[in-house]
């Protein structure tokens, strides 16, 4: 069986929302898709361990915009 590019090329098809895309752009943002969510799952796995820290942070930054709302006269 051989490899036949030019029926690939036809039947690539994308859509989404009403972004679409047929033949080579359609592969080309479909692996640059998968590579996206590759490089964010990766960088999910290194903040991981710092998230906690993070969100308390965060937490006590918004509770310090709250306190200075309510000192105002």
């Known amino acids: 069986m051989e490899f036949d590019a030019a029926r690939v ?3 690539s098809r994308l859509r989404i929302g009403r972004v ?9 943002i479909g692996v640059a898709g998968i590579v996206m ?4 799952a990766r960088s999910f796995r290194t903040i991981a361990p710092m998230l906690p820290e993070t969100i308390r942070e965060l937490k006590n ?7 200075a709302r309510t000192l105002k006269p």
């Open 9 to 11: 090329m036809r039947a």
């Open 20 to 28: 679409r895309a047929m033949g080579l752009p359609a592969i080309l």
């Open 37 to 40: 969510a590759a490089g964010v």
């Open 61 to 67: 930054l918004v509770d310090a915009g709250r306190d």
